[in-house]
């Protein structure tokens, strides 16, 4: 049973194209985020939202827009689709400060 | 501007020995420190945590030691399995006021031979 799940876990797409990658916790934690995994590795936080309401947004660009209908779901839209934009994408959720991830979207841009 | 650093990419030893892996972090305002280990196409999974306010955490064959005067952790792996072999990542925490935010390092990827 899935404590983070996030789909789908590979996306290739075109450039200029719009995307959506979901995310659903079962552990019943108030905050989630997104993670950016880039070429290099790092792993960087872009958004967390807190019982739905953003709490971080690591300037990301505008084309990047988090949703979360419930503090079980929060979902990752992006606009306008760059090369730039190839990474690996991780949903995580806290409870207590130790963050639980999924097991990451590779999304390529070509 | 890298918060946090793990200046070792790679460290490879043997089965049964001990494995160190080690972190170093720039900002006095991190006050949890946690230890993910990655394996390919899988999500970093948590291993093991410490709180700023002690210097050592054990559990199992892992212990994380913390030196806050030196900014420095790191994790031992007591005796290394193969299983083991993975990517390692120190990760950092800072509190927002409403929400914990985590700052991760590169990562090392430990590979433990028979």
């Known amino acids: 049973d899935t404590a983070v799940s996030q789909t789908p876990k590979y996306l290739v797409t075109q450039m200029g194209n719009d995307k959506s990658i979901k995310c659903e916790q079962n552990?019943?934690?108030?905050?989630m985020y997104w993670y950016k995994q880039d070429s290099k590795k790092f792993l960087k936080i872009m958004f967390s939202y807190n019982n739905k309401e953003l709490i971080i947004n690591e300037t990301v660009p505008n084309r990047f827009s988090p949703k979360s209908p419930d503090k079980a779901h929060l979902n990752l839209h992006i606009n306008s689709l760059e090369l730039g934009d190839s990474a690996v994408y991780f949903c995580a959720s806290s409870q207590t400060g130790v963050a639980f991830f999924g097991q990451g979207t590779r999304l390529t841009v070509v | 501007d890298q918060q946090v650093k793990q200046n070792s990419p790679s460290l490879s030893v043997q089965e049964g020995r001990i494995s160190i892996l080690n972190c170093d972090y720039t900002n006095s305002m991190f006050d949890y420190f946690l230890w993910y280990k990655k394996y390919p196409a899988e999500g970093p999974t948590f291993l093991i945590s410490?709180?700023?306010?002690?210097d050592k955490n054990e559990d199992g064959r892992f212990t994380v030691f913390l030196n806050k005067s030196a900014k420095h952790l790191s994790l031992h792996i007591v005796p290394s399995q193969p299983g083991d072999s993975a990517v390692y990542f120190c990760a950092a925490s800072s509190y927002t006021g409403t929400a914990s935010k985590l700052t991760f390092g590169t990562g090392t990827r430990l590979q433990v031979t028979l």
């Open positions: 410490i709180s700023s306010i002690k």
């Open positions: 552990l019943g934690h108030d905050t």
